[in-house]
Nanobody, 125 residues
Framework: QVQLVESGGGLVQAGGSLRLSCTIS????????MGWFRQAPGKEREFVTS????????YYADSVKGRFTISRDNAKNMVYLQMNNLKPEDTAVYYC??????????????????WGQGTQVTVSS
C-alpha cells in the first residue's frame, strides 16, 4: 500500500511563491510516475504537472507552464511542486498522485493509482 501526504499549502498574495511537498511511503517511489492535480470549488479535478520515474522528463499544463516546476528526490521518497508567480486562479486543493503503469505525460486522473489527501493553496489578489 502506497501512502501520499502533501504539505506546504497556504495563503499567499498574487505574484508570490509556494513550494508543495509530497511524501511517499509504502513503496519505492522510483516505481511510480508522479503527478500533481488540483481542484477548485465547483470545478473538476484538473491536471497540473507530472514527472517520469527517473525525474528526467516532465509535463505541464499550459496554464502553469513557465511558472511551476515539478521535481523529485527518489532517495528521499519526495516529490515537489515549486509554484512561482501565483495567480488567484491557481487557488485550489492540490493533490499528489502516483501511477504504477502510467506514462509520465498522462494528464488523466483515473490512470493514477494512489492519491494524497490534498493541501489547500489560496492566492489572494
Amino acid at each position: 500500500q502506497v501512502q501520499l501526504v502533501e504539505s506546504g499549502g497556504g495563503l499567499v498574495q498574487a505574484g508570490g511563491s509556494l513550494r508543495l511537498s509530497c511524501t511517499i511511503s509504502g513503496r519505492t517511489v522510483g516505481s511510480y510516475a508522479m503527478g500533481w492535480f488540483r481542484q477548485a470549488p465547483g470545478k473538476e479535478r484538473e491536471f497540473v504537472t507530472s514527472i517520469s520515474r527517473s525525474g528526467g522528463n516532465t509535463y505541464y499544463a499550459d496554464s502553469v507552464k513557465g511558472r511551476f516546476t515539478i521535481s523529485r528526490d527518489n532517495a528521499k521518497n519526495m516529490v515537489y511542486l515549486q509554484m512561482n508567480n501565483l495567480k488567484p486562479e491557481d487557488t485550489a486543493v492540490y493533490y499528489c498522485a502516483a501511477g504504477g503503469a502510467v506514462d509520465y505525460y498522462s494528464a488523466t486522473a483515473r490512470r493514477y493509482d494512489y492519491w494524497g489527501q490534498g493541501t489547500q493553496v489560496t492566492v489572494s489578489s
